[in-house]
Protein backbone atom coordinates (compact mmCIF):
# COMPACT_ATOMS: atom_id res chain seq x y z
CA UNK A 1 0.00 0.00 0.00
CA UNK A 2 1.68 3.55 -0.95
CA UNK A 3 1.03 6.49 1.84
CA UNK A 4 -1.77 8.70 1.09
CA UNK A 5 -3.13 6.88 -2.28
CA UNK A 6 -6.96 6.20 -2.83
CA UNK A 7 -6.86 3.18 -0.32
CA UNK A 8 -5.27 5.46 1.88
CA UNK A 9 -5.84 3.75 5.62
CA UNK A 10 -8.24 1.10 3.97
CA UNK A 11 -7.34 -2.54 5.60
CA UNK A 12 -8.46 -5.64 4.19
CA UNK A 13 -10.95 -6.03 0.92
CA UNK A 14 -13.95 -5.48 2.64
CA UNK A 15 -12.96 -2.22 3.64
CA UNK A 16 -12.32 -0.82 0.45
CA UNK A 17 -15.91 -1.72 -0.56
CA UNK A 18 -17.45 0.02 2.30
CA UNK A 19 -15.55 3.00 1.69
CA UNK A 20 -17.06 3.04 -1.60
CA UNK A 21 -20.22 3.69 -0.67
CA UNK A 22 -18.65 6.22 2.22
CA UNK A 23 -16.60 8.22 0.13
CA UNK A 24 -19.44 9.87 -1.87
CA UNK A 25 -21.50 10.63 0.68
CA UNK A 26 -22.29 14.38 1.23
CA UNK A 27 -21.80 16.34 4.60
CA UNK A 28 -24.16 17.78 6.99
CA UNK A 29 -21.80 19.54 9.38
CA UNK A 30 -24.02 20.39 12.23
CA UNK A 31 -21.42 22.17 14.66
CA UNK A 32 -18.34 24.40 13.50
CA UNK A 33 -16.69 27.65 14.11
CA UNK A 34 -17.06 28.69 10.93
CA UNK A 35 -17.92 32.75 10.01
CA UNK A 36 -20.92 33.10 8.14
CA UNK A 37 -19.93 36.55 6.97
CA UNK A 38 -17.06 34.58 5.45
CA UNK A 39 -18.92 32.37 3.26
CA UNK A 40 -21.53 35.28 2.49
CA UNK A 41 -18.86 37.52 1.28
CA UNK A 42 -17.12 35.07 -0.68
CA UNK A 43 -13.54 36.14 -1.13
CA UNK A 44 -10.50 34.48 -2.17
CA UNK A 45 -7.79 33.62 0.18
CA UNK A 46 -4.85 35.61 -0.47
CA UNK A 47 -2.36 33.00 1.38
CA UNK A 48 -2.22 29.66 2.20
CA UNK A 49 -0.90 30.24 5.74
CA UNK A 50 -4.66 32.23 6.50
CA UNK A 51 -6.74 29.41 5.15
CA UNK A 52 -3.71 26.15 6.55
CA UNK A 53 -3.00 28.10 9.43
CA UNK A 54 -4.91 30.93 11.01
CA UNK A 55 -6.72 30.62 13.90
CA UNK A 56 -5.91 26.94 14.37
CA UNK A 57 -4.95 26.07 17.52
CA UNK A 58 -4.22 22.37 16.69
CA UNK A 59 -1.14 23.01 14.43
CA UNK A 60 -0.03 26.08 16.83
CA UNK A 61 -0.07 23.93 19.72
CA UNK A 62 2.04 21.50 17.88
CA UNK A 63 4.22 23.66 16.82
CA UNK A 64 5.40 25.04 19.81
CA UNK A 65 5.82 21.08 21.04
CA UNK A 66 8.37 21.17 18.55
CA UNK A 67 10.06 24.19 19.94
CA UNK A 68 9.07 26.82 17.68
CA UNK A 69 9.04 30.25 18.71
CA UNK A 70 5.71 32.09 19.16
CA UNK A 71 7.02 34.74 16.58
CA UNK A 72 6.51 31.77 13.58
CA UNK A 73 3.35 30.58 15.15
CA UNK A 74 0.68 33.68 16.34
CA UNK A 75 3.13 36.61 15.98
CA UNK A 76 4.62 38.96 13.32
CA UNK A 77 6.77 36.74 11.38
CA UNK A 78 6.06 36.66 7.24
CA UNK A 79 3.59 34.10 5.88
CA UNK A 80 7.07 32.27 4.07
CA UNK A 81 8.67 31.89 7.36
CA UNK A 82 5.32 30.63 9.33
CA UNK A 83 4.77 28.03 6.73
CA UNK A 84 8.23 26.92 6.58
CA UNK A 85 8.12 26.53 10.50
CA UNK A 86 4.38 24.51 10.06
CA UNK A 87 6.24 22.30 7.25
CA UNK A 88 9.23 21.43 9.43
CA UNK A 89 6.88 20.71 12.18
CA UNK A 90 4.11 18.21 10.55
CA UNK A 91 6.78 16.73 8.26
CA UNK A 92 8.12 14.70 11.87
CA UNK A 93 4.75 14.63 13.10
CA UNK A 94 3.98 11.07 12.39
CA UNK A 95 1.50 9.79 14.64
CA UNK A 96 -0.66 12.87 14.67
CA UNK A 97 -4.04 13.12 12.75
CA UNK A 98 -2.76 16.40 11.57
CA UNK A 99 0.17 14.80 9.73
CA UNK A 100 -2.82 13.16 8.07
CA UNK A 101 -4.85 15.57 7.66
CA UNK A 102 -2.63 17.88 6.05
CA UNK A 103 -1.57 14.82 3.49
CA UNK A 104 -5.22 14.70 2.94
CA UNK A 105 -5.93 18.30 2.61
CA UNK A 106 -2.70 18.93 -0.18
CA UNK A 107 -3.70 16.10 -2.04
CA UNK A 108 -7.67 16.47 -2.17
CA UNK A 109 -7.86 20.17 -2.90
CA UNK A 110 -4.48 20.97 -4.16
CA UNK A 111 -3.83 18.27 -6.37
CA UNK A 112 -0.32 17.66 -4.56
CA UNK A 113 0.38 14.25 -3.55
CA UNK A 114 3.78 14.26 -2.52
CA UNK A 115 5.26 13.47 1.08
CA UNK A 116 5.68 16.92 3.41
CA UNK A 117 9.30 16.67 4.67
CA UNK A 118 11.61 19.78 6.00
CA UNK A 119 13.34 20.18 2.59
CA UNK A 120 10.11 20.34 0.30
CA UNK A 121 8.51 23.47 1.98
CA UNK A 122 9.33 26.18 -0.51
CA UNK A 123 7.59 23.84 -3.72
CA UNK A 124 4.74 23.29 -1.20
CA UNK A 125 4.28 27.08 -0.36
CA UNK A 126 4.25 28.20 -4.40
CA UNK A 127 2.31 25.46 -5.52
CA UNK A 128 -0.41 26.11 -2.81
CA UNK A 129 -0.23 29.44 -3.52
CA UNK A 130 -0.57 29.53 -7.24
CA UNK A 131 -3.38 27.20 -6.79
CA UNK A 132 -4.71 29.39 -4.26
CA UNK A 133 -4.17 32.37 -7.09
CA UNK A 134 -5.26 30.71 -10.24
CA UNK A 135 -8.37 29.21 -9.03
CA UNK A 136 -9.73 32.35 -6.81
CA UNK A 137 -9.98 30.35 -3.89
CA UNK A 138 -12.53 31.15 -1.96
CA UNK A 139 -14.40 29.75 1.58
CA UNK A 140 -17.54 28.56 -1.18
CA UNK A 141 -15.68 26.80 -3.69
CA UNK A 142 -14.12 24.54 -0.45
CA UNK A 143 -18.08 24.01 0.81
CA UNK A 144 -19.31 23.18 -2.71
CA UNK A 145 -15.95 20.55 -3.55
CA UNK A 146 -16.99 18.67 -0.29
CA UNK A 147 -20.35 18.69 -1.22
CA UNK A 148 -21.72 20.08 2.61
CA UNK A 149 -25.02 20.41 2.43
CA UNK A 150 -25.32 22.04 5.84
CA UNK A 151 -23.94 24.21 7.89
CA UNK A 152 -24.37 24.58 11.62
CA UNK A 153 -22.01 27.70 12.83
CA UNK A 154 -21.71 28.52 16.56
CA UNK A 155 -23.02 31.95 17.17
CA UNK A 156 -23.48 34.22 20.67
CA UNK A 157 -27.08 34.63 21.67
CA UNK A 158 -26.73 38.13 21.05
CA UNK A 159 -25.82 38.12 17.17
CA UNK A 160 -28.38 39.63 15.35
CA UNK A 161 -27.35 36.80 12.60
CA UNK A 162 -27.37 39.24 10.16
CA UNK A 163 -25.25 37.12 7.77
CA UNK A 164 -27.57 34.38 8.15
CA UNK A 165 -29.99 36.43 7.22
CA UNK A 166 -28.24 37.27 3.98
CA UNK A 167 -27.31 34.11 3.00
CA UNK A 168 -30.87 32.63 3.45
CA UNK A 169 -31.67 35.57 0.95
CA UNK A 170 -28.90 34.45 -1.82
CA UNK A 171 -30.28 32.11 -4.36
CA UNK A 172 -26.81 31.43 -5.74
CA UNK A 173 -25.39 29.51 -2.68
CA UNK A 174 -27.62 25.77 -2.61
CA UNK A 175 -25.85 25.21 1.36
CA UNK A 176 -27.75 25.75 4.17
CA UNK A 177 -26.07 27.73 6.67
CA UNK A 178 -28.38 27.57 10.21
CA UNK A 179 -26.62 29.95 13.36
CA UNK A 180 -26.39 27.43 17.18
CA UNK A 181 -27.21 28.96 20.23
CA UNK A 182 -24.31 29.05 22.32
CA UNK A 183 -25.10 30.60 25.85
CA UNK A 184 -21.70 30.16 27.31
CA UNK A 185 -21.89 33.25 29.52
CA UNK A 186 -25.84 32.43 31.01
CA UNK A 187 -23.53 30.73 33.76
CA UNK A 188 -22.57 32.61 36.92
CA UNK A 189 -19.09 30.93 36.86
CA UNK A 190 -18.25 33.24 33.35
CA UNK A 191 -15.95 35.90 33.92
CA UNK A 192 -19.18 38.25 31.66
CA UNK A 193 -21.93 37.28 33.25
CA UNK A 194 -22.50 40.14 34.63
CA UNK A 195 -21.86 42.06 31.06
CA UNK A 196 -23.84 39.56 29.41
CA UNK A 197 -26.62 39.97 31.59
CA UNK A 198 -26.72 43.73 31.06
CA UNK A 199 -26.58 43.35 26.96
CA UNK A 200 -29.40 40.72 27.28
CA UNK A 201 -31.24 43.21 28.86
CA UNK A 202 -30.83 45.86 26.15
CA UNK A 203 -31.24 43.62 23.26
CA UNK A 204 -34.41 41.88 24.19
CA UNK A 205 -36.55 45.09 26.00
CA UNK A 206 -36.87 43.37 29.39
CA UNK A 207 -35.73 44.54 32.79
CA UNK A 208 -33.86 41.45 34.29
CA UNK A 209 -34.03 41.11 38.13
CA UNK A 210 -33.96 37.41 38.85
CA UNK A 211 -33.74 33.83 37.57
CA UNK A 212 -36.87 34.03 35.96
CA UNK A 213 -36.60 37.60 33.89
CA UNK A 214 -32.83 35.83 33.28
CA UNK A 215 -34.80 32.83 31.58
CA UNK A 216 -37.81 34.86 29.86
CA UNK A 217 -34.69 37.11 28.20
CA UNK A 218 -32.92 33.83 26.82
CA UNK A 219 -36.69 32.73 25.61
CA UNK A 220 -36.41 35.63 23.62
CA UNK A 221 -33.10 35.13 21.87
CA UNK A 222 -34.16 31.18 21.06
CA UNK A 223 -37.45 31.94 19.64
CA UNK A 224 -35.40 34.78 17.51
CA UNK A 225 -32.83 31.63 16.38
CA UNK A 226 -35.66 29.22 15.96
CA UNK A 227 -37.31 31.96 13.46
CA UNK A 228 -33.66 32.26 11.89
CA UNK A 229 -33.41 28.53 11.10
CA UNK A 230 -31.47 27.52 13.88
CA UNK A 231 -31.99 23.91 14.60
CA UNK A 232 -29.39 23.08 17.45
CA UNK A 233 -27.58 24.82 20.17
CA UNK A 234 -23.96 23.78 21.91
CA UNK A 235 -22.79 24.84 25.45
CA UNK A 236 -19.38 24.25 27.10
CA UNK A 237 -19.18 23.17 30.81
CA UNK A 238 -15.99 22.37 32.80
CA UNK A 239 -17.79 19.74 34.70
CA UNK A 240 -21.63 18.27 34.45
CA UNK A 241 -23.51 18.87 37.31
CA UNK A 242 -26.62 18.41 39.40
CA UNK A 243 -27.46 20.43 42.60
CA UNK A 244 -31.33 21.40 42.82
CA UNK A 245 -31.75 24.85 44.38
CA UNK A 246 -35.52 26.95 44.94
CA UNK A 247 -36.56 30.24 43.64
CA UNK A 248 -34.98 32.35 46.26
CA UNK A 249 -31.92 30.50 46.14
CA UNK A 250 -31.53 30.91 42.34
CA UNK A 251 -32.12 35.11 42.99
CA UNK A 252 -29.93 35.41 45.79
CA UNK A 253 -27.05 34.01 43.42
CA UNK A 254 -28.56 36.04 40.25
CA UNK A 255 -28.05 39.09 42.69
CA UNK A 256 -24.38 38.22 43.53
CA UNK A 257 -22.97 37.31 40.49
CA UNK A 258 -24.90 40.40 38.83
CA UNK A 259 -23.16 42.86 41.26
CA UNK A 260 -19.91 41.01 40.47
CA UNK A 261 -19.76 39.16 43.97
CA UNK A 262 -17.80 36.28 44.17
CA UNK A 263 -20.23 33.17 44.27
CA UNK A 264 -19.35 29.53 45.91
CA UNK A 265 -19.17 26.80 44.00
CA UNK A 266 -21.73 25.35 45.36
CA UNK A 267 -23.87 28.11 44.05
CA UNK A 268 -22.87 28.12 41.05
CA UNK A 269 -23.45 24.32 40.29
CA UNK A 270 -26.73 25.30 41.39
CA UNK A 271 -27.44 27.40 38.83
CA UNK A 272 -25.99 25.73 36.45
CA UNK A 273 -28.29 22.90 36.94
CA UNK A 274 -31.21 25.34 37.16
CA UNK A 275 -30.48 27.03 33.63
CA UNK A 276 -29.58 23.71 31.80
CA UNK A 277 -32.90 22.39 33.14
CA UNK A 278 -34.92 25.70 31.80
CA UNK A 279 -32.66 25.48 28.64
CA UNK A 280 -33.36 21.56 28.26
CA UNK A 281 -37.24 22.71 27.89
CA UNK A 282 -36.96 25.75 26.14
CA UNK A 283 -34.60 23.52 23.31
CA UNK A 284 -37.31 20.74 23.68
CA UNK A 285 -40.50 23.52 22.90
CA UNK A 286 -38.47 24.89 19.92
CA UNK A 287 -37.41 21.61 18.09
CA UNK A 288 -33.62 22.31 19.09
CA UNK A 289 -31.07 19.89 19.41
CA UNK A 290 -29.16 20.42 22.46
CA UNK A 291 -25.37 19.95 21.96
CA UNK A 292 -22.78 19.76 25.60
CA UNK A 293 -18.88 19.47 25.04
CA UNK A 294 -17.66 19.02 28.51
CA UNK A 295 -14.48 18.40 30.57
CA UNK A 296 -12.31 21.16 29.27
CA UNK A 297 -9.51 23.03 31.29
CA UNK A 298 -9.00 26.06 29.75
CA UNK A 299 -6.17 28.48 29.93
CA UNK A 300 -3.36 26.83 31.51
CA UNK A 301 -0.68 28.16 30.66
CA UNK A 302 -1.90 31.97 32.26
CA UNK A 303 1.30 33.83 30.98
CA UNK A 304 0.69 32.85 27.47
CA UNK A 305 -3.30 33.43 27.77
CA UNK A 306 -2.88 36.49 29.07
CA UNK A 307 -1.03 37.62 26.44
CA UNK A 308 -2.60 35.83 23.40
CA UNK A 309 -5.87 35.28 24.71
CA UNK A 310 -8.28 32.41 24.50
CA UNK A 311 -8.42 29.57 22.14
CA UNK A 312 -5.39 29.70 21.64
CA UNK A 313 -4.20 26.34 22.43
CA UNK A 314 -3.52 26.38 26.22
CA UNK A 315 -6.24 23.79 26.94
CA UNK A 316 -6.23 19.95 28.70
CA UNK A 317 -8.66 17.65 29.39
CA UNK A 318 -10.44 17.50 32.83
CA UNK A 319 -11.47 15.33 35.35
CA UNK A 320 -14.69 14.67 37.37
CA UNK A 321 -15.17 11.06 39.65
CA UNK A 322 -18.88 11.87 40.24
CA UNK A 323 -20.07 12.14 36.66
CA UNK A 324 -22.53 9.19 36.58
CA UNK A 325 -24.12 10.33 39.68
CA UNK A 326 -24.45 13.80 38.17
CA UNK A 327 -25.58 13.04 35.30
CA UNK A 328 -27.73 10.25 35.73
CA UNK A 329 -30.01 12.45 38.38
CA UNK A 330 -29.98 15.32 35.57
CA UNK A 331 -31.26 13.45 32.98
CA UNK A 332 -33.68 11.90 35.14
CA UNK A 333 -34.93 15.35 35.94
CA UNK A 334 -35.58 16.46 32.20
CA UNK A 335 -37.46 13.24 31.96
CA UNK A 336 -39.53 13.79 34.86
CA UNK A 337 -40.43 16.81 33.57
CA UNK A 338 -41.08 16.44 30.06
CA UNK A 339 -37.95 18.55 29.20
CA UNK A 340 -35.60 15.99 27.25
CA UNK A 341 -34.94 17.25 23.90
CA UNK A 342 -32.56 15.01 21.27
CA UNK A 343 -29.19 15.44 22.46
CA UNK A 344 -25.31 15.24 21.69
CA UNK A 345 -22.65 14.50 24.15
CA UNK A 346 -19.01 14.84 23.73
CA UNK A 347 -16.60 14.17 26.38
CA UNK A 348 -13.19 15.98 25.58
CA UNK A 349 -11.85 12.90 28.41
CA UNK A 350 -11.70 9.60 27.07
CA UNK A 351 -11.94 8.14 30.72
CA UNK A 352 -15.69 8.15 30.47
CA UNK A 353 -15.98 6.69 26.73
CA UNK A 354 -17.62 4.14 28.48
CA UNK A 355 -19.30 5.92 31.21
CA UNK A 356 -21.15 8.63 29.17
CA UNK A 357 -22.73 5.77 26.35
CA UNK A 358 -23.83 3.67 29.02
CA UNK A 359 -25.30 6.37 31.30
CA UNK A 360 -27.17 8.25 27.97
CA UNK A 361 -28.91 4.64 27.29
CA UNK A 362 -31.09 4.82 30.56
CA UNK A 363 -32.67 7.57 28.51
CA UNK A 364 -33.06 6.58 25.55
CA UNK A 365 -36.92 5.17 25.80
CA UNK A 366 -39.18 7.68 23.81
CA UNK A 367 -42.54 7.73 21.71
CA UNK A 368 -41.62 9.55 19.01
CA UNK A 369 -39.24 6.69 17.25
CA UNK A 370 -36.29 8.88 17.66
CA UNK A 371 -33.36 6.16 17.25
CA UNK A 372 -30.62 7.39 19.36
CA UNK A 373 -32.51 10.28 21.14
CA UNK A 374 -29.27 10.57 22.77
CA UNK A 375 -26.17 10.49 21.12
CA UNK A 376 -22.69 9.58 22.32
CA UNK A 377 -21.04 11.92 19.69
CA UNK A 378 -17.77 11.79 18.28
CA UNK A 379 -14.80 11.71 19.47
CA UNK A 380 -13.97 15.32 20.38
CA UNK A 381 -10.67 17.72 19.94
CA UNK A 382 -8.38 15.33 21.62
CA UNK A 383 -9.75 12.19 20.76
CA UNK A 384 -10.32 13.58 17.25
CA UNK A 385 -7.87 10.88 16.09
CA UNK A 386 -7.66 7.13 15.05
CA UNK A 387 -7.43 5.61 18.29
CA UNK A 388 -10.13 7.96 19.73
CA UNK A 389 -12.82 7.60 16.85
CA UNK A 390 -12.05 4.17 17.00
CA UNK A 391 -12.57 3.74 20.88
CA UNK A 392 -15.79 5.90 20.59
CA UNK A 393 -17.42 3.57 18.19
CA UNK A 394 -16.31 0.50 19.84
CA UNK A 395 -18.46 2.21 23.03
CA UNK A 396 -21.16 3.61 20.70
CA UNK A 397 -21.46 0.21 19.35
CA UNK A 398 -20.75 -2.04 22.93
CA UNK A 399 -23.22 0.14 24.75
CA UNK A 400 -26.23 0.69 22.51
CA UNK A 401 -26.34 0.56 18.69
CA UNK A 402 -24.18 1.95 16.43
CA UNK A 403 -25.77 2.21 13.47
CA UNK A 404 -27.83 5.00 14.96
CA UNK A 405 -24.46 7.36 15.42
CA UNK A 406 -25.15 10.80 13.36
CA UNK A 407 -21.23 10.49 12.61
CA UNK A 408 -18.78 12.95 12.15
CA UNK A 409 -18.33 16.99 12.65
CA UNK A 410 -15.96 19.27 12.08
CA UNK A 411 -15.37 21.83 14.78
CA UNK A 412 -13.18 23.59 13.08
CA UNK A 413 -12.67 27.34 12.20
CA UNK A 414 -11.14 26.15 8.87
CA UNK A 415 -12.17 26.11 5.60
CA UNK A 416 -10.12 23.19 5.03
CA UNK A 417 -11.47 20.80 7.57
CA UNK A 418 -13.81 18.95 5.44
CA UNK A 419 -11.04 16.29 4.82
CA UNK A 420 -11.88 15.12 8.00
CA UNK A 421 -15.15 13.80 7.14
CA UNK A 422 -12.97 11.88 4.96
CA UNK A 423 -10.42 10.62 7.44
CA UNK A 424 -13.62 9.36 9.70
CA UNK A 425 -14.97 7.93 6.94
CA UNK A 426 -11.82 5.78 5.46
CA UNK A 427 -11.69 4.60 9.23
CA UNK A 428 -14.86 3.87 9.27
CA UNK A 429 -14.73 1.58 6.54
CA UNK A 430 -11.72 -0.24 8.03
CA UNK A 431 -13.52 -0.25 11.35
CA UNK A 432 -16.29 -2.13 9.93
CA UNK A 433 -14.43 -3.97 7.25
CA UNK A 434 -12.61 -5.75 9.89
CA UNK A 435 -15.56 -7.10 11.44
CA UNK A 436 -16.27 -8.48 7.76
CA UNK A 437 -12.53 -10.06 7.62
CA UNK A 438 -12.91 -12.01 11.22
CA UNK A 439 -16.42 -12.91 10.59
CA UNK A 440 -17.68 -10.92 13.13
CA UNK A 441 -20.62 -9.60 11.03
CA UNK A 442 -21.87 -10.81 7.45
CA UNK A 443 -20.32 -9.63 4.19
CA UNK A 444 -23.38 -8.51 3.21
CA UNK A 445 -23.95 -5.22 1.43
CA UNK A 446 -27.81 -5.18 1.93
CA UNK A 447 -26.83 -5.26 5.93
CA UNK A 448 -24.16 -2.78 5.92
CA UNK A 449 -24.99 0.17 3.16
CA UNK A 450 -27.76 1.65 5.13
CA UNK A 451 -24.87 1.81 8.28
CA UNK A 452 -22.27 3.28 6.38
CA UNK A 453 -24.53 5.81 4.26
CA UNK A 454 -26.66 6.47 7.70
CA UNK A 455 -23.15 6.98 9.80
CA UNK A 456 -21.67 9.06 7.15
CA UNK A 457 -24.70 11.33 6.62
CA UNK A 458 -28.36 10.02 6.36
CA UNK A 459 -28.56 9.57 10.26
CA UNK A 460 -27.06 13.38 10.65
CA UNK A 461 -29.91 14.88 8.37
CA UNK A 462 -32.76 12.81 9.69
CA UNK A 463 -31.84 13.52 13.07
CA UNK A 464 -31.45 17.26 12.74
CA UNK A 465 -34.40 17.60 10.77
CA UNK A 466 -36.89 15.07 12.94
CA UNK A 467 -39.52 17.02 14.90
CA UNK A 468 -40.60 15.93 18.16
Given at each position: ????????????????????????????????H????????????????S???????????L??A?????????????????F???????????????????????R???G???????????E???????????????????????????????????????????????????????????????????????????????????????????????????E?????????????????????????????I????????????????????????EL????????????I???????????Y????G????????????????H?N???????R??????M??????????????????N???????????????????????????????????E??????????????????????H????????????????????????????P????????N????F????
Amino acid sequence: MTFNDDNFMLQGEAAKKLYEIAKDQPIYDFHCHLDPQEIYEDKPFDNIVSVWLGGDHYKWRLMRANGVSEKYITGDASNEEKFKAWIETVSVAIGNPLYHWSHLEMRDIFGIDEVITKDNWKELYDRMNDYIEENELSPRDLIKQSDVRFIGTTDHPLDDLEWHQKLKEDDSFDTVVAPTFRPDEAFVDHANFAGFTEALAEKTDQEITDFASFMSALEDRIEFFAEMGAQASDMSLAEVVYKEADEDELNEIFEKANKGDEVSAEEAQKWQTAVFVELARLYKENHFVMQIHFGALRDNNTAYAEELGADVGFDSMGDQTDLPVHLNNLLDRLVREDYLPKMIWYNLNPAYNTVLPNTLANFQANEAGVHGKLQFGAGWWYNDTKRGMIDQMDNYAEQGILANFVGMLTDSRSFLSYQRHDYFRRILASYIGKWVDEEEVPDSEELLRPIIEGISYKNAEQFFNQKI
